[in-house]
């Protein structure tokens, strides 16, 4: 019977390969075109004989990718830092206190996440401009933060409101206030939800581009978003070295999701149905 199951199950592999392919084949024309040099002209899908490394060399010296790095590095740890802690603390009291008003500002939330962002874009560009937020990392941090913050308190209000409330009271009991309960009950319970809401808010910080090229404007404010644009324009078009650029930017993404995978998962499933 096992046997049976096992190669009845052999269409499985099959349709996950050819999904593994389909997603590695863009990362393999990536590599195919950085490590080759603007004269080779033969097919992307094969690999170049020789490898050129100049374009990386190009990506750090003429499209400053090593400060963009940097940008886009201390924006998005702020980004999740705010985003994560904000939206658990904001949470609490909505998973708790189930009231009408509460129910309201669920609902307000999840109407702001449908609110496209460039919609306000220039309302928004005005207001920073005011307080002197353009080309700041607390400009764009509380650009993006404001922006990420409703799919953070989702996730944590459904998350939080399946964890027993009878823990609450048990606090209570002890002596703990509403603040005590929160940081020593629910906060080491959240692991699961907080990798989820790092890797979504993370990486839709480190690949913003709207608010980026509006709220950075100076040159040493970039982000790899805006570094690796800065390779096209109407007078240069190069390729090679922006598609290293890319290749390197997406190095800090894949390492935060391979630290953080064994708990995306279960973040997300338990956030969907508890």
């Keep these: 019977m096992t046997g049976h199951r096992a190669h009845a199950g052999w269409w499985k592999t099959v349709v996950a390969v050819v999904i593994a392919i389909f997603y590695l084949l863009p990362l393999y024309i990536a590599f195919s075109v950085a490590l080759r040099p603007p004269t080779d002209t033969q097919s992307l899908w094969a690999f170049p004989s020789t490898l050129y490394l100049q374009n990386f060399v190009d990506a750090f010296t003429q499209g400053g990718v090593g400060r963009a790095l940097l940008n886009s590095l201390v924006i998005t740890a702020c980004c999740i830092v705010l985003i994560a802690f904000v939206g658990a603390f904001a949470a609490y009291p909505l998973a708790r206190r189930r009231t009408r008003v509460n129910s309201g500002i669920k609902g307000f939330v999840l109407g702001v996440m449908m609110v496209p962002p460039l919609s306000i874009l220039v309302s928004l560009y005005t207001a920073m401009a005011t307080v002197h937020g353009v080309s700041t990392y607390w400009g764009i941090i509380l650009t993006v933060t404001t922006f990420e913050l409703p799919l953070s308190i989702f996730l944590y209000t459904n998350f939080i409101a399946a964890i027993p409330s009878a823990l609450d009271e ?7 206030g509403p603040a ?33 090229l509006y709220m950075l404007q100076a040159p040493q404010m970039r982000t790899v978003t805006l570094a690796i644009a800065s390779f096209f324009s109407q007078t240069t078009n190069n390729v090679y070295a922006a598609t290293a650029a890319a290749l390197v930017a997406i190095a800090p993404a894949v390492i935060l999701f391979l630290f953080l995978q064994r708990f995306f998962i279960q973040g997300m499933v338990d956030s969907a149905l508890k």
Excluded: E, H
């Design 170 to 176: 048990a606090a209570a009991i002890d002596g703990a």
């Design 180 to 212: 005590r309960t929160f940081f020593s009950i629910i906060l080491p319970q959240l692991k699961p939800v907080t990798a989820s809401v790092a890797i979504l808010t993370g990486m839709q910080t480190w690949n913003d581009y709207q608010f980026s």
